[in-house]
């Protein structure tokens, strides 16, 4: 019995001996592994930055509008004769619309036919001396007023057309009597709507920050949902003079090409607005990583020694596949890392593979 007491001890050192070894031997050889780790270069691929010519552009949503709109109805009250078009009837300038009631036209004609004789008795008269050149001109400015009244009267009795365009909202019928109380959404009293959509036009509100820049004839694409393909040219127009105090921004107007008629007022609509052509670093999408937990993004560049550096960056615009990106630390020629990028780390040594 004493023999196995002395026994166990010796035993259990001697196995508390061999397991001590075997750790010290595992963690020796994965230090090992991380220090070979370490020394191993990563392999990356690169490409060579160099700056490139691009469209500096802004983005933003509108709902095309026609280009012309006129609400169109008689500058006096009066019977409506009859109207001439129907809801998506297309006119051109000059088509006639209504006739309204001619009886106040007719009452018209007879006084300018009677001032009209009237002056010409007195103008041969004022000729050979007889009259005064009071009665003259009197004569004359009778004249000239029955003269006004009969193109007023006549404007106002047969309706035409002042645009090209389609009718898109009929508010009377013939006989029906126009009061001129305002009958429409924008409060405006009319007997048809005109619009004008080829072509049309497009309203954004710009920030304050680009007035210096926008000009009337810059160029802008047009696209729609509805039309995911296609791609619709505008061309700036008309830019407002002054800068809204409440928003910071000012409006421009974009007539927009509408050759086919495929677009129509009340689209929703996206607005890309070239302002400027400029030199810039474009790198592809993939390049760029991000931080975890931020919005922090970052390239890493292969340095003179072979090192990676890892370089945060702005991201300036994105062009399909590629990103316009902007870093104080950033040259033309650095290499950039296309592939292989998530493995590293700053100092990292990499190996360059084709």
């Known amino acids: 019995m004493k023999t196995l007491k002395i026994q166990i001890p010796l035993i259990a050192i001697l196995l508390a001996s061999v397991v001590s070894s075997c ?45 012309e709109e006129v609400h169109y109805a008689p500058a006096a009250q009066g019977h409506i004769k009859s109207i001439s078009v129907e809801v998506g009837s297309r006119v051109s300038k000059g088509d006639l619309l209504a006739m309204m009631d001619n009886t106040q036209l007719e009452t018209a004609l007879l006084q300018l ?102 000009k009337k004839g810059m160029k802008a694409d047009i696209t729609s949902d509805i039309y995911k393909k296609r791609v619709f040219a505008a061309e700036v127009f008309r830019v407002s003079p002054i800068i809204n105090s409440n928003s910071r921004t000012f409006e421009v107007e974009l007539v927009v090409e509408n050759k086919n008629e495929i677009l129509r007022p009340g689209m929703f609509s996206r607005v890309s607005l070239s302002i400027d052509k400029v030199e810039a670093i474009v790198v592809p999408a993939i390049t760029i990583l991000k931080q975890n937990g931020t919005n922090n993004r970052y390239i890493y560049v292969v340095d003179k020694n072979g090192e990676a550096r890892k370089i945060d960056i702005e991201i300036v615009n994105r062009f399909n596949e590629n990103v316009e990106i902007y870093s104080n630390e950033l040259n033309e020629g650095d290499l950039v890392v296309v592939a292989g990028q998530e493995k590293l780390a700053n100092g990292i040594e990499v190996e360059i593979s084709k």
């Open 113 to 214: 036919e009677n001032a009209e004789s009237n002056y010409r008795r007195l103008d041969t008269l004022y000729h050979l001396n007889s009259i005064s050149e009071q009665q003259y001109e009197s004569a004359k400015n009778g004249y000239e007023l029955a003269k006004a009244n009969v193109n007023f009267m006549s404007e106002n009795t047969k309706l035409t057309s002042p645009i090209n365009g389609i009718i898109t909202a009929k508010y009377f019928e013939g006989g029906e009597l126009f009061s001129g109380v305002p009958n429409t959404e924008v409060g405006k009293a009319a007997i048809v709507t005109i619009m004008q959509i080829n072509p049309l036009k497009a309203v954004i509100d710009i920030s304050e920050k680009y007035y210096p820049v926008v």
């Open 23 to 67: 750790t010290k031997t595992e963690a020796n050889n994965k230090e090992s592994q991380v220090i070979a780790d370490q020394q191993k270069k990563v392999p990356v691929k690169v490409m060579k930055i160099s700056k490139k010519i691009i469209d500096r552009k802004i983005d933003y949503t509108a709902n095309l509008k026609a280009f």
